[in-house]
């Protein structure tokens, strides 16, 4: 038996010499001491397996029709055996792959691993990552509910942006003048065919150059990458230190990507995938819509930017973060790779980091969203309950004012606080800021009768820490 | 071995003539894609110029509105594709200025489009996104929006009131 699978085996080989292609791959020589800084480019490429065989499967159930998908949807998460476990490794495969994609840059970077000869290894793992970015974008709008609909339409209007042809590129993007029948077929083909086929082909191009340029030695401090003796000293440590690649570097790889894999699949059982909103109908207008955790500091920066750079910012960031990414081989691709060298290097990771940290906790709290479910004051924070402070703080609700303004723990945060306003303005402060309104605060002097202003004055002059 | 001539290895083509050869052949698979290009980029650029005539929808007798109050009122999209669902459906804040006035705005708040409420009490439009405000006439009131809510043409017919209906307001 043995000898009759090793002879086919055998017979196998002698025709196709696969075999011996993949031995050579597995043991290709590798820099010796790689450690576990090596392990999240193959985590990444796990991660996108992953989103290919689970995405796979979910098509099977998926329609992909803008009046239908909704329920193909309800049907996956609550009726189809396991779905609801598929739909959230998808979910929790992509955060995964955004994730791993990032840390992997950043090593990358910090390693000084961009430099002569894999220049062009970075440019193919730039548009790799904003490939991976656009999966995530045009996968959060499969699931097709509200917000899925309304983000179409945030979507196409940054689009609509554009010079001259914006109008053109929000109509394509939305298959139409409007959302409808046709929008939601459009986002699929390119989520499912269109950006995973030119992923596969710049993955294959990222491996390739891998092989090609031999995977980047450990950093030393003190030894800088010149390009006119790069390779001779990388294949002097190659030949007198290398180590085949399967197993003596491979496992660390293999066991951290089979981690990444339990925790996607633990993760997507204990939680599950995101909860599906209402339905995709446009008329239904009670919604804020909102991207996935990996698009939302992009989404707090849009809030934030002071409202005349709204176009620029749609406009040139994007286009600026590219451009900055790809220059970075350009502008440095000898010198020093370690850290410790590399004080500006540091110092821009920690930036980067720390500002998209900021924009993600600042866009949990959506301090800039006016808070529609504010509910009216109650007595103990009103303070009285007769006489025109009780009407002010009445029409402080009504008016929506509430919305914005925060008094005592109560309303949102658009607006300055109003807790101790009766502190800081006088009557006719108060009086001059509700008739003529401020930047983001609408002038109510058409909107007031002269009584309603007067208690509104009256409930805010009460606002003092001393009463 | 080392002195095989081209002749030994087959007919080889004069250095002239392969670079011909090699000119045809790109220009012919040139040929090829652009066949195959044609079709697929004109597919897929089809929503761009599909007609999209606006047309009329009825939202109600005119008595059901009240003067000078603004209410949501839902429609279906003009000419929607079969498949489309509830997809098709789409609202505009409708406001009755008078006996015979209407004035209908998109729900598109014009700073990214989210959808703007209508708060009663308040007289005022707010986007629950980055909180644009917007008087009952649809004039900026505050916050990032750098245009009015767009129109959509308004008419009296047959005791209906008609909104009628077209694109996404972009830009």
């Given at each position: ?12 080989e002698?025709?196709t010499g696969l075999l011996k292609i993949m031995a050579d791959l597995a043991e290709h020589p590798v820099p010796p001491d790689t450690g576990w800084w090596y392990v999240f480019g193959s985590a990444t490429l796990v991660a996108f397996i992953i989103q290919v065989v689970t995405g796979i ?36 495969g992509a955060s995964a792959m955004v994730l791993l994609v990032g840390i992997h840059m950043g090593q990358v970077f910090l390693m000084g691993c961009y430099k002569y000869p894999r220049e062009f290894n970075w440019v193919t793992g730039v548009v790799l990552l904003f490939l991976t970015l656009a999966m995530g974008?045009?996968g ?51 989520h499912v065919f269109f950006i995973p086929a030119i992923i596969f082909g710049f993955i294959g191009i990222h491996l390739f150059l891998v092989l090609h340029d031999g995977i980047s030695e450990p950093p ?5 990458v010149?390009p006119?003796?790069y390779r001779?000293?990388y294949e002097?440590i190659i030949n007198?230190?290398g180590v085949p690649f399967w197993p003596d570097a491979a496992w660390r790889d293999v066991v951290f990507c089979v981690a990444v894999v339990?925790?996607i ?57 590219v451009?900055?990414l790809l220059?970075v081989p350009i502008?440095?691709n000898?010198?020093?790779r ?130 | ?171």
């Amino acid at each position: 038996m043995k000898n009759l699978l090793k002879s086919l085996i055998d017979a196998f080989e002698e025709r196709t010499g696969l075999l011996k292609i993949m031995a050579d791959l597995a043991e290709h020589p590798v820099p010796p001491d790689t450690g576990w800084w090596y392990v999240f480019g193959s985590a990444t490429l796990v991660a996108f397996i992953i989103q290919v065989v689970t995405g796979i499967a979910l098509a099977t159930a998926y329609v992909s029709s803008s009046g239908n998908a909704y329920d193909s949807l309800q049907f996956i998460t609550t009726e189809a055996l396991m779905g609801n476990l598929l739909r959230g490794m998808h979910y929790f495969g992509a955060s995964a792959m955004v994730l791993l994609v990032g840390i992997h840059m950043g090593q990358v970077f910090l390693m000084g691993c961009y430099k002569y000869p894999r220049e062009f290894n970075w440019v193919t793992g730039v548009v790799l990552l904003f490939l991976t970015l656009a999966m995530g974008f045009t996968g959060q709008l499969l699931r097709w509910d509200q917000n899925a609909v309304w983000s179409v339409v945030v979507g196409a209007e940054q689009a609509g942006r554009t010079p001259i042809i914006g109008d053109m590129l929000a109509r394509f993007l939305l298959a139409g003048k409007t959302i409808g029948g046709a929008t939601l077929s459009r986002f699929f083909a390119f989520h499912v065919f269109f950006i995973p086929a030119i992923i596969f082909g710049f993955i294959g191009i990222h491996l390739f150059l891998v092989l090609h340029d031999g995977i980047s030695e450990p950093p030393v401090a003190g030894e800088p990458v010149d390009p006119a003796t790069y390779r001779q000293k990388y294949e002097k440590i190659i030949n007198e230190r290398g180590v085949p690649f399967w197993p003596d570097a491979a496992w660390r790889d293999v066991v951290f990507c089979v981690a990444v894999v339990a925790a996607i699949f633990l993760l997507a059982l204990i939680f599950g995938p995101p909860k599906l909103d209402n339905p995709p109908n446009p008329s239904l207008l009670a919604r804020d819509p909102a991207p996935d955790w990996y698009l939302l500091w992009y989404f707090a920066l849009l809030a934030l930017i002071p409202h005349k750079l709204t176009t620029p910012v749609i406009l040139l960031a994007p286009l600026t973060g590219v451009i900055v990414l790809l220059l970075v081989p350009i502008v440095s691709n000898k010198g020093e790779r370690h850290p410790r060298y590399r004080p500006w290097a540091v110092a821009s990771v920690i930036i980067i980091v720390m500002m998209i940290g900021t924009l993600w906790v600042e866009a949990e709290r959506e301090p800039w969203s006016p808070d529609f479910e504010a509910r009216p004051l109650p007595i103990a924070v009103v303070g009285t309950n007769i006489g025109p402070v009780v009407d002010g703080a009445k029409l402080f609700h009504e008016k929506g004012c509430e919305f914005c303004h925060e008094v005592s723990g109560y309303g949102g945060h658009r607006g300055p606080s109003l807790t101790w306003v009766g502190d800081r303005l006088t009557r006719a402060d108060l009086t001059v800021r509700i008739m003529n309104g401020g930047y983001n605060m609408p002038a109510f002097a058409g909107l007031l009768t002269e009584d309603q202003l007067g208690d509104l004055v009256a409930f805010l002059e009460s606002r003092r820490k001393e009463r | 071995m080392a002195t095989e001539t081209a002749q030994s290895r087959g007919e080889a083509l004069s250095p002239e003539r392969r670079v011909f050869i090699t000119k045809v052949s790109l220009a012919l698979m040139g040929l090829a894609s652009l066949l195959v290009a044609v079709p697929i980029i004109g597919f897929i650029i089809g929503p761009l110029v599909r007609r999209f005539p606006p047309r009329w929808r009825p939202v109600g007798s005119v008595d059901s509105f009240k003067i000078g109050e603004t209410v949501k009122v839902d429609f279906r999209d003009p000419s929607p594709l079969a498949w489309a669902g509830v997809t098709a459906e789409t609202a505009a804040w409708l406001r009755r200025t008078s006996e015979d006035k209407f004035v209908a705005f998109a729900m598109n708040c014009t700073h990214l489009g989210c959808p703007v409420r209508w708060l009663q009490e308040a007289d005022l439009f707010m986007c629950p996104c980055h909180g644009g405000v917007y008087y009952p006439d649809g004039r900026v009131a505050g916050g990032p929006p750098p245009r009015p809510l767009f129109r959509y043409p308004v008419r009296v017919h047959n005791g209906q009131v008609e909104i009628r209906t077209s694109a996404i307001p972009i830009g």
